[in-house]
């Protein structure tokens, strides 16, 4: 079963704007990534924070985590066309080694 | 530096068949992880491998198997075919074994007529 459950399921926006997507999870983590997968091809690894962190960033991304509401946001400022793809969360329970739960992802369409 | 690569990136085969998958980690990189991905399922964990032994198994029927050898390249293979088991099959490499990011291929895409 999925560990995350991500919202919104489909987000449509245009350039220049800014994109939110969120990601809840049920057990405690180790730590949780951000990927980005373009039409049906390998994920890219975006951003890993740890569960004892509460921001991170990486260029036009922001990443929180709130270990409290077992939630995390993906923020991706001044978006491009290029951001279209699918944004996924995965969590990584502690004990269980490299092993990622995927959330069902958001799919992100970024109109030029 | 290469990427993962995988092989072969299609491939058609029929219920009752076998398969078998490969997988070539980014070099130094000796975990490698597998997923299986779907429409109705998403992305499901298969396997985790480190220095030729199985870490971490999903929830799959004994009809998924795998290996990884002593380069750390790692093969993947599905006995018995069902229609259901038609998907993108993805591999991950990590430097280390446990919680670090992951780098994927480009997937191999398993059809089951």
Not at chain 2, 6 to 23: A, D, E, N
Request: aromatic share 8%; proline share 3%.
């Amino acid at each position: 079963s999925q560990q995350g459950e991500e919202d919104p399921q489909a987000l449509s926006i245009q350039e220049g704007e800014n994109a939110t997507m969120n990601c809840s999870y049920k057990t405690s983590i180790n730590n949780l990534q951000w990927y980005r997968q373009n039409s049906g091809r390998g994920l890219v690894h975006l951003i890993l924070i740890r569960s004892n962190e509460r921001e991170k960033h990486s260029g036009r991304l922001r990443v929180t985590l709130d270990t409290s509401k077992k939630s995390s946001s993906l923020l991706i400022t001044a978006s491009r066309a290029a951001d279209t793809a699918s944004y996924f969360c995965a969590t990584v329970i502690y004990n269980q080694g490299g092993k990622l739960i995927f959330g069902q992802g958001t799919e992100l369409s970024v109109k030029p | 530096k290469a990427g993962v690569t995988q092989t072969p990136r299609y491939l058609i085969k029929t219920r009752g068949q076998q398969v078998t998958l490969s997988c070539s980690p980014i070099s130094g990189h000796r975990s490698v992880s597998w997923y299986q991905q779907t429409p109705g399922q998403g992305l499901q964990f298969l396997f985790e491998y480190f220095s030729e032994t199985q870490r971490n198994k999903g929830n799959f029927p004994g009809r998924f198997s795998g290996r990884q050898f002593s380069n750390s390249r790692s093969e993947m293979n599905v006995s018995t075919l069902e229609l259901g088991d038609s998907a993108l099959y993805l591999c991950a490499s990590a430097r280390g074994q446990g919680a670090s990011e992951q780098f994927f291929g480009p997937g191999t895409r398993l059809t089951v007529l």
